[in-house]
Nanobody, 127 residues
Framework: QVQLVESGGGLVQAGASLRLSCAAS????????MGWFRQAPGKEREFVAT????????YYSDSVKGRFTISRDNAKKTMYLQMNTLKPEDTAVYYC????????????????????WGQGTQVTVSS
């Protein structure tokens, strides 16, 4: 079992920054990728960013590329999402997710390939 706990959400004004954290515990010795997804009210969960745990390779959605940065601290088993220049449309519950096994990179942005999920942290950006 793997447990994922997100933190760092909050209410900010447009243009501000936030840093989300996702702490992993349990059987995390085999992790291929960890990612961030978000879900706004009335919308489907959407991909935000993913990092490959061993190589550090990163993937971003077009909507956050250049504003958000995903990173990880292997020793702390923690993943981060630095969010800059936040916009009202970034308002959502942000979830972290983990995938154990390697997979073709073309699927890395697909929510269903991740096998563990956190409970989410709310990010609200006011205009």
């Amino acid at each position: 079992q793997v447990q994922l706990v997100e933190s760092g959400g909050g209410l900010v004004q447009a243009g501000a920054s936030l840093r989300l954290s996702c702490a992993a515990s349990g059987r995390t010795d085999s992790t291929y990728a960890m990612g961030w997804f978000r879900q706004a009210p009335g919308k489907e969960r959407e991909f935000v960013a993913t990092i490959l745990w061993n190589t550090g390779n990163t993937y971003y959605s077009d909507s956050v590329k250049g504003r958000f940065t995903i990173s990880r601290d292997n020793a702390k088993k923690t993943m981060y999402l630095q969010m800059n220049t936040l916009k009202p449309e970034d308002t959502a519950v942000y979830y972290c997710a983990r995938r154990r096994d390697s997979i073709f990179s073309g699927y890395i942005k697909t929510a269903s390939i991740y096998d563990y999920w956190g409970q989410g942290t709310q990010v609200t950006v006011s205009s």
